[in-house]
Each structure stands twice: as C-alpha cells, then as structure tokens.
Nanobody, 126 residues
Framework: QVQLVESGGGLVQAGGSLRLSCAAS????????MGWFRQAPGKEREFVAA????????YYADSVKGRFTISRDNAKNTVYLQMNSLIPEDTAVYYCVAGRPLGVGSYYRPNSYDYWGQGTQVTVSS
C-alpha cells in the first residue's frame, strides 16, 4: 500500500512558478513510476507528467512541455513538479499518482496508476 500526500499548491499570477511535492509512504517507492494528473472544473482528468522508476525517462503532456519539469528523489520518497510560466489554463486540482505502467503509452492513462493522492489546488490568475 502506498499513501501519497501532495503539497505546494496555491494562488499565483500568470507567468509565475510553483513547485508541487508529493511525499509517499512505504518502502517500495522506487519500484513505482510516479506522475501527475490534473482536473479543472467541468473538465475530465488529464495527464500532466510522469517519471520512470529510476528517473531515466520522463513523459509530458504537450500542453506543459517546456514549462513543467518532473523529478524524483528516491532517497526521500518524494516526487516533484516544477511549474514555470504558468498560465490561467493550468488552473486545476493536481493529483500525484503511483503505479506500474506497462509500455510507454500506458504512462498517459489514469487507469495505469493504482494510487492517487487527494490533490492540491493550483490557481493561476490572469
């Protein structure tokens, strides 16, 4: 069992930056791929970014590529999402996820992840 707790959300002006953190419980953190999804009001949950167990590979949604960076520290059981050049369209609840996706395509699908955090709100004002 893995428990995920997100932090770092808040209100920021367009063009600003935020860094989300996700602390995971359990001793098997390094055996899981980690990722972030987000859900805006009235919209479906969408993939944001993911990182392989060893951090050797990362994946990004086209909408955040070049602005967001996912990283992980397996010694601290923590995954991060550095968000730069934020725009109002980034406003959403951001969820940390853990799982064992099979194949590159599966990293982008929410049903590839077994564990979800409760989410942290990110609001970008124009």
């Amino acid at each position: 069992q893995v428990q995920l707790v997100e932090s770092g959300g808040g209100l920021v002006q367009a063009g600003g930056s935020l860094r989300l953190s996700c602390a995971a419980s359990g001793r098997t953190f390094s055996s899981y791929a980690m990722g972030w999804f987000r859900q805006a009001p009235g919209k479906e949950r969408e993939f944001v970014a993911a990182i392989f167990r060893s951090a050797s590979s990362t994946y990004y949604a086209d909408s955040v590529k070049g602005r967001f960076t996912i990283s992980r520290d397996n010694a601290k059981n923590t995954v991060y999402l550095q968000m730069n050049s934020l725009i109002p369209e980034d406003t959403a609840v951001y969820y940390c996820v853990a799982g064992r996706p099979l194949g590159v395509g599966s990293y982008y699908r929410p049903n590839s992840y077994d564990y979800w955090g409760q989410g942290t709100q990110v609001t970008v004002s124009s």
